[in-house]
């Protein structure tokens, strides 16, 4: 299982949009995918529909000896697990900095997940801050996959995220974290601004900056108050066809993981057509024969054994959910009408 971090200390910038949607992309590819929502604010998880409740966060794993395992909820896409957050995580912060191994303890609570190996990605949504929680996410990922605004703001932030990966590669506490790639997110190609920043940021990291752009769409911002992703709830958007593009991409952009190509299984033809062995002559064999070759209807080839799971291969993307009504009225989070008397 690889392990990416999704962050950035700036916030608006599409964190928690692109979680939500790369994991759901990448599972509509056949890819094993678990989602971690590290942030307190729990959008990722109310994004998925999983009921974020006191003790169904990682708090209980990072402060005390509960399992990770356990806080794994399915969600209603295949092959797409999330672990949800709730605002207790947010004590984590206090808790956490008293341990001297405050750095290392996400990465020890999220070791057993690996070992378990029933997810082929894990994607971590990380808070918008500097905190002990977005650094814990660096220490214990293998990749940083960092999404920036196309405006000026975003440079910055993008400066401040790479000197801190720098920092924790250099101290020795993950030396072998990447930048696993970054995500130009929300741009509008009305604007000389945002290209003059995807520009800018294709000139400094070149091969860095993923080919695929997110633009700014209105299927994106709707998607979350139907608690849908866009794919979902408009799953021919320009939103939705971009994080499958960004999905795929991501996909090529992992060689140790997927491994070499597959070779194809012959075809009929081909095999009717491959030279045919010949019995050799002695004084005790018989007139060489030729092979027989297939007939019309062959026996089921079976296909050659793949080094990676099935998950990785990409396969025909799921069926597409009725897109709900953008009239309808979202349900309540908070439970019962807001009495002004209490």
């Known amino acids: 299982m690889k392990i990416i ?29 678990l989602l971690v929502d590290l942030d307190p604010q729990a959008n990722a998880s109310s994004a998925l529909g999983c009921l974020t409740e006191e003790g169904g966060s990682l708090y209980s794993c990072l402060v005390g000896a509960d399992f990770a395992a356990a806080k794994v909820r399915e969600t209603r896409l295949p092959r797409l697990w999330c672990i949800p957050s709730h605002m207790e995580l947010a004590g984590s912060e206090v808790s956490l900095a008293r ?11 999220l070791e057993p997940l690996r070992v378990l190996n029933r997810w082929d990605v894990c994607l971590l949504d990380c808070p918008p801050s500097l905190g002990i929680l977005m650094t814990s996410a660096l220490a214990s990922a293998d990749g940083l996959l960092i999404p920036i605004q196309c405006e000026y703001y975003g440079l910055e932030g993008l400066a401040k995220i790479v000197d801190l990966h720098e920092r924790i590669c250099a101290a020795g506490v993950n030396p072998h974290v990447t930048i696993e790639g970054i995500l130009m997110t929300m741009y509008d190609g009305r604007t000389n601004l945002s290209r003059l ?15 695929t752009i997110i633009p700014r769409n209105v299927a994106l911002s709707e998607a979350p ?48 057509t491959a030279p045919t062995a010949q019995v050799p002559s002695g004084p005790l064999s018989a007139a060489p024969a030729p092979v027989a ?50």
Request: hydrophobic fraction near 35%; avoid cysteine; charged fraction near 20%.
């Open 197 to 211: 920043v995807v520009d800018e940021v294709r000139r400094v990291f070149e091969d860095l900056v993923y080919k």
């Open 99 to 109: 341990n001297e191994n405050h750095l290392v303890r996400l990465s020890e609570v």
């Open 5 to 33: 971090a999704i962050a950035n200390q700036k916030g608006g910038v599409g964190k928690t949009t692109t979680a939500v949607n790369l994991a759901a992309a990448l599972a509509e590819k056949g890819v094993r995918t």
């Open 225 to 272: 108050s139907h608690e849908l992703t866009v794919m979902e709830y408009s799953p021919n958007s320009p939103g939705a066809r971009a994080y499958r593009e960004a999905a795929a991409e991501f996909i090529r952009r992992q060689p140790q993981a997927m491994g070499d190509p597959v070779p194809p299984v012959p075809s009929t033809s081909e095999l009717s």
């Open 293 to 342: 070759a297939p007939s019309a209807a062959p026996a089921t080839i079976s296909p050659p054994v793949s080094p990676l799971p099935d998950a990785w291969q990409v396969g025909s993307p799921a069926p597409a959910p009725a897109r709900p009504d953008p009239t309808s009225v979202p349900p309540n989070p908070f439970g019962a009408p807001f009495n002004p008397d209490v």
